[in-house]
């Protein structure tokens, strides 16, 4: 804790690349930025001084975390649910546990959303879902996949089944994890909204993006989103605050939709920068990162204005080569105005190891030349914005 | 030195806010970077995993620093000539000290640049000037003021005396400091021009960019400057990459300019990031830091190019107020697209703590916004776009 005259201590769990990219943030806001990462070879702790190494599932090294820190907040949403309450009673927790229990728990989360009238009133669903609870799985399906998800601790298409029979159902049902079966929506496409909101209760929301998953793995984000009704990115927005302020949460609040002709349905939360929001380092006023930091620090928000007509980002999966470095030369020489962010993980087969965004006029210019140097860094990837259209 | 795949090591001399800002470029190029500090309350020191804290004046601190880099470069120009030398003996210097020279000595520069053939074939002079030996000195003054630089150690206006008498010469020259003397030159306005040059060869220009110092001190930057002759841009933009390349430059190269109707002047000469590009963080699609890395690592380099119409900087003074932090808070309120990069220095009057950058179209209203959280932020220190403007 700063006790002098000066700025505030900002403690992020997790060290990830969100946290990496949240300390290059907070270089500008000159506030002091710290993490608690689970290795010194850590993303972020790379770039952050005096990155503290400790156990997120450890009560102990939590709270000596936060004893340095006026503010804590998060990389990733697996901090257990006791903790949260531990460290919220000596330090400002945001987004607080309340909050972030419905990041956490997808069951929770869609009770907690059913219970609400905000989603009826703009007009936006969730898919219908249950717990599952042994032989009654299937009557959700109607002849459709139904799709099995762990209420907790997935990410990244991890923790998300898409079954298409009762012996593939029964499989998953069989390694005894909390599971949640939801109807399964063959979308148009996928959005997200992302919104920021303040202890003192501002929000701002960024223009709604369209966001391409393969293999449960974000891959594109084309922002905002090309030929979208204004009404139905209005609709979006308006959900976006209204949820953030329904749920008490503090920081960002990303909501992936389906969109489905002009129906949304609400797909996932997440309280934390997000790969949705990547483009808005190089395609916004204010950076998901830095927003986060001003939403948690209860500092006025930034302005969520496009800086270019549209962005692409682009996500480079680790490929066949661990030498990203020199493929990243070759990338820079092709492409002058590609703006690349390597994350300095070690490179392994599709793991997101930095991400590409082009910023300009011509959508499919913009997304030719993300993919192409995605697709550089990707060795052994190889992808086409054909093949990854939607 | 990193003898693994990945990517190398840049080492930086000097921890100002320079270093600082280069320090937040290297976290995307996913390079790593170092500073050498004099003290771990150095601007970059305090975002710079592994700061070392030496001295930039010991050959042993610098060789030391050095030993565990891949490239050395600078964030000013203050380290001694015989030092350059004994550090290019084990480690790539960027620039190098036969460039580097020609910034670090004002005489030597004028002498080298009247000697080369660019100049006149570009059309553009240098003021008259000579080395003072004695009471020669007021010869040049024609009835106009005299200058009168130290021809080292100089910075934001230090070394340089405006005399208007013999007096006032014979004052400054009692000193005993090596001393330029140079004809005043009643300037319409000042611009800068600012390139990069690879090891290889490579060039590229950013936007001639309209500055306005007071005391010395940069205090606001115009980018791309306002009307300026297409022409003169050009032949500023061919005379920063033709100097480059005579003088062997390596990373980045400023030339501040004074303009007299189509006439351009050679005033300084810079081989580092520069006051004069800090637009480029949010106004450009590379910034400036970046640039200098791609440059001193030999990358290709980054496009140079606006990323709005138009982008007004205004440097933030320390004021009569410590506490910038609970001023920036209510910059942040009022102007949600102002662009504040604090530099985590100690609030001393008159010192650069900070800068606003703001993008746009119309420069004039962008000029008061960026001068309006100036002003807030340099709380004692008031001061108008109408006074300030030219």
């Known amino acids: ?177 909390d599971l949640l079966a939801e109807e399964y929506i063959p979308f148009d496409r996928e959005l997200a909204v992302l919104v920021a909101r303040s202890p003192k209760g501002q929000g701002a929301s960024y223009p709604v993006a369209a966001t391409v998953q393969r293999d449960g793995i974000c891959r594109e984000v084309i922002a905002p989103a090309p030929g979208l009704d204004p009404d139905v990115a209005v609709r979006a927005q308006r959900l976006g605050l209204a949820l953030a302020a329904e749920l008490g949460v503090t920081g960002l609040l990303a909501i992936e939709l389906f969109q489905v002709g002009d129906e949304l349905i609400i797909n996932e939360l997440a309280m934390r920068p997000h790969n949705c929001g990547h483009w808005t380092i190089d395609g916004a006023v204010t950076s998901q990162f830095e927003q986060h930091l001003r939403a948690v620090l209860d500092l006025p928000l930034g302005s969520t204005g496009a800086a270019a007509k549209a962005a692409v980002m682009v996500n480079v999966l680790g490929g066949g080569d661990p030498d990203l470095y020199s493929r990243f030369v070759h990338v820079m020489a092709a492409d002058p105005g590609a703006r690349v962010h390597l994350y300095g993980k070690r490179v392994s087969p599709g793991r997101k190891v930095g991400h590409v965004t082009v910023t300009g006029t011509d959508v499919e210019q913009l997304r030719d030349r993300a993919w192409r140097a995605a697709n550089y860094l990707s060795l052994g990837t190889e992808e086409s914005t054909g093949e990854g259209g939607r």
Chains 1, 2 share one sequence.
């Not at 201590?9 to 290059?24: C, D, E, F, H, N």
């Not at 972020?44 to 907040?73: H, M, N, P």
């Open 1 to 177: 804790m700063n006790d002098e005259i000066g700025p505030p201590v900002v403690g992020m769990v997790g060290a990830g690349q969100l946290a990496r990219m949240t300390a290059q943030a907070a270089i500008s806001l000159g506030v002091e930025f710290r993490v608690l990462a689970d290795t010194p070879q850590d993303s972020a702790a790379q770039v952050c001084v005096g990155a503290v190494i400790g156990d997120y599932r450890s009560a102990e090294d939590l709270l000596k975390f936060a004893a340095d820190c006026d503010v804590v907040t998060f990389d990733h949403e697996h901090v257990p649910r006791e903790h949260l309450a531990a460290l919220e009673r000596v330090v400002a927790v945001r987004p607080g546990g309340n909050a972030l229990r419905f990041a956490q728990d997808k069951l929770a989360m869609r009770d907690r959303l059913s219970a609400t009238g905000v989603l009826a009133e703009l007009g936006v669903r969730c898919p219908r879902y249950r717990a599952v609870s042994g032989p009654a799985v299937d009557a959700l399906a109607d002849g459709r996949p139904i799709v099995l998800k762990a209420t907790s601790g997935g990410y990244d298409g991890k923790g998300v089944w898409i079954c298409d029979s009762n012996e593939a159902v029964a499989e998953v049902v069989s390694h005894g994890i």
